[in-house]
């Protein structure tokens, strides 16, 4: 037994050798990178990319070590020749003058690459000087996204940590395959539109075990997402979990075969949220199943608000021509901060259907909440608290 055990370690151990072998590394100091928090290192990093996807037909590896290292808008770009782990070691700095930017809306940004995976790291945005501008009302131009995957295939990022983003921290666009992995956000809770994740136009993503503390949807979804999965998130502060806003423009795609279970949410402004502009739209929303969820002190643990129309422009007087149907709530516990803890403000033209409530357990202060449902057509079970509406 013991001998056996000998050769399988051996075998294993070969097994890594073999693997890592073959691994072609690019540590960006050598391309001139500096982690001084001063130096532009701009350059470097771009340099080091260029060496790992243009130049190498073997599994590359970029390596960012320990320390801070500044970077204006930055372009990572294939399809490259090779799969690309990208491991971060350090941290990497934005400008502390957020019109650096410009108006591309993106500080790091990966476009038309496949087979890539982005591995630990640290990323300030520096957004404090962006959201004070906002906060004055001037016409803040620039403000930019932390870190965006942009038509980008298998590709997973695990043990990320994003801090102070100027706008949404980590955005998935137009994107197949993508498991994001161990990733934490922090924002404060009033930083204007500090997204935590958001995923558009993009199929079969996965989202697991994150801590997503922000100023606006803690994960927002947009149109086009087919097959998100999310599982073990911490939500909040924050504007909860959203799908939506949808109905923007009246040829949309829709959201379909989203689930989420096993999460927390505390003192967020919502939960369970889907939303759409009240205008009309081609757009759906179907199959979306939410299970094992608890709520701390949230403000709108569930809620379906078709009538979404910030400043009244654009959308009064109108009905919501989003269709939304098959949405499941399954064993939802916890508190409410409000006394309204379930809210179903469906469209008059396009009402909700098939909404599903199983084993619904929310209280507000102590007591036993309200519900309110409009346009909504579904079924219960289990046990329903507040009193079920539908």
Request: aromatic share 6%; hydrophobic share 35%.
């Amino acid at each position: 037994m013991g001998n056996n055990l000998l050769i399988i370690i051996s075998l294993i151990l070969l097994l890594f050798h073999q693997t890592n072998a073959g691994l072609v590394t690019f540590n960006v100091i050598k391309f001139g990178a500096k982690g001084d928090e001063k130096t532009d290192s701009t350059k470097a990093f771009m340099d080091a990319w260029k060496s790992a996807c243009d130049e190498s037909v073997e599994a590359t590896r970029i390596f960012v070590p320990k320390g801070r290292y500044l970077l204006k808008e930055i372009d990572f770009r294939g399809p490259c020749l090779s799969s690309i782990i990208f491991k971060i070691d350090g941290t990497l700095v934005a400008p502390d003058d957020y019109t650096v930017h410009g108006d591309s809306g993106n500080w790091i940004l990966f476009a038309q690459v496949s087979k890539l995976s982005v591995v630990g790291g640290r990323l300030d945005g520096k957004g404090g000087g962006f959201w004070e501008c906002r906060d004055s009302g001037k016409d803040c131009h620039g403000g930019a996204r932390s870190i965006t995957f942009r038509s980008v295939n298998d590709t997973s990022i695990s043990g990320l940590l994003s801090v102070n983003s100027q706008l949404m921290h980590l955005v998935i666009n137009g994107c197949n395959n993508v498991k994001i992995r161990g990733v934490q956000i922090i924002a404060p809770d009033l930083s204007p539109n500090t997204d935590g994740i958001h995923v558009e136009g993009s199929n079969n993503v996965t989202i697991t075990t994150c801590s997503i503390k922000t100023g606006d949807d803690c994960i927002s979804i947009g149109p086009g997402t087919k097959n998100l999965w999310m599982d073990r998130i911490h939500c909040g502060p924050g504007h909860g979990i959203s799908i939506g806003s949808l109905a923007k423009e009246f040829e949309e795609e829709g959201v379909e075969n989203v689930t989420l279970i096993n999460s927390l949410f505390t003192g967020s402004n919502n939960g369970l949220r889907i939303k759409s502009w009240a205008r009309p739209s081609k757009g759906f929303v179907r199959n979306i199943n939410y299970r094992n969820i608890v709520m701390r002190n949230v403000e709108n643990p569930i809620l379906i608000d078709q009538y979404y129309c910030p400043d009244n422009i654009g959308c009064p007087k109108q009905s919501s021509g989003v269709k939304i149907s098959d949405v499941t709530y399954q064993n939802v516990q916890g508190t409410s901060a409000t006394k309204t803890a379930m809210e179903f403000d469906c469209s008059p033209s396009t009402p909700c259907t098939g909404i599903k409530l199983q084993d619904i357990k929310l209280t507000y202060l102590n007591k036993q909440p309200q519900s309110i449902c409009h346009n909504v057509r579904g079924t219960t079970s289990g046990v329903i608290t507040p009193v079920n509406c539908l």
